[in-house]
């Protein structure tokens, strides 16, 4: 029998990169561990590569780090009947996400600023369109949680994380949400010693890019390797019950959520955790 193909869909150039060589780190692990189970083919994530992959004839889609670019790509996988697996970004049902939930995100740096006695929230970000609906929606719940608006540096920055250094300015306390399984992380590690009194916290999904990736990844190769013929929603269902981690109904890893550490607290992800 002919072995199942599945579609990668991650980012091959531009910024988004760390988030591809994380995927295609644990897709060759899956290749190692279940040589058998299924084909991977590596799709650039491009517009249009929806439509690309479903012509294919592939099995499941895998992949995808652009929130944007997923919601106009999951019409097309929901009309050609394909599972689509997210490590790093939500979408909703049917698609299956092992991604941390924004909205706790958006709560979390509102409550690690009041816990820090932050009287004002300020919020430098990076232009990109989504840092810019995140940092709208974490002012408003700041407003909302009794915290002034103030312009200025800090004490939340929200960037991609190779930028972040770029974005810490003053001398109190900052609050970046990160992730440690990116390369990037360990460049990081002398960010919160370059001005007296500054202190970095890390906002950092309790599963790291590394361990989501992992666990998607594994749960599909063992299931294809368990019944070569699933498809559809045989298929999805079928990688629920082997993912590592419980999901939602909704999306999203149950219990899952965010904890705020001092930058040189986190541990980075190693290729063997």
Not at 115 to 139: H, T
Request: proline share 7%; glycine share 12%; with cysteine.
């Amino acid at each position: 029998m002919e072995r199942p193909s599945i579609a990668v869909v991650t980012p091959l150039t531009g910024p988004r990169t760390a988030w591809g060589a994380v995927l295609l780190g644990e897709v060759d692990r899956a290749r190692a561990v279940c040589p058998d189970a299924a084909d991977w083919h590596v799709h650039d994530e491009t517009p249009g590569v929806a439509e690309d992959v479903a012509a294919a004839g592939h099995v499941a889609v895998v992949g995808h780090s652009d929130p944007l670019g997923i919601r106009r790509a999951l019409p097309v996988y929901r009309a050609a009947g394909l599972p689509c697996l997210l490590p790093f970004v939500s979408a909703g049902p049917p698609a299956l996400s092992w991604a941390p939930d924004e909205d706790a995100l958006v709560r979390t740096v509102v409550e690690a600023a009041a816990a820090l006695g932050a009287a004002e929230l300020s919020v430098a970000r990076d232009a990109g369109p989504e840092w810019a609906a995140l940092a709208l929606r974490v002012e408003a719940a700041a407003c909302r949680a009794g915290l002034a608006r103030h312009q200025g540096a800090g004490p939340a920055v929200l960037a991609p994380q190779h930028r972040l250094s770029e974005f810490l300015r003053g001398t109190g306390p900052v609050l970046v949400p990160l992730d440690c399984g990116l390369a990037s992380f360990e460049t990081l590690a002398g960010a919160s010693t370059g001005r007296t009194g500054h202190q970095v916290w890390a906002v950092h999904p309790q599963m790291c890019a590394v361990r989501r990736a992992r666990t998607a990844v594994a749960a599909l190769a063992q299931s294809l390797a368990a019944g070569p013929a699933l498809r559809g929603a045989s298929l999805a269902d079928a990688v629920r019950s082997h993912s590592g981690a419980l999901l939602t109904v909704g999306g999203g890893v149950l219990g899952d959520g965010w904890r705020v550490s001092r930058l040189g607290s986190v541990c980075p992800a190693r290729g063997g955790s």
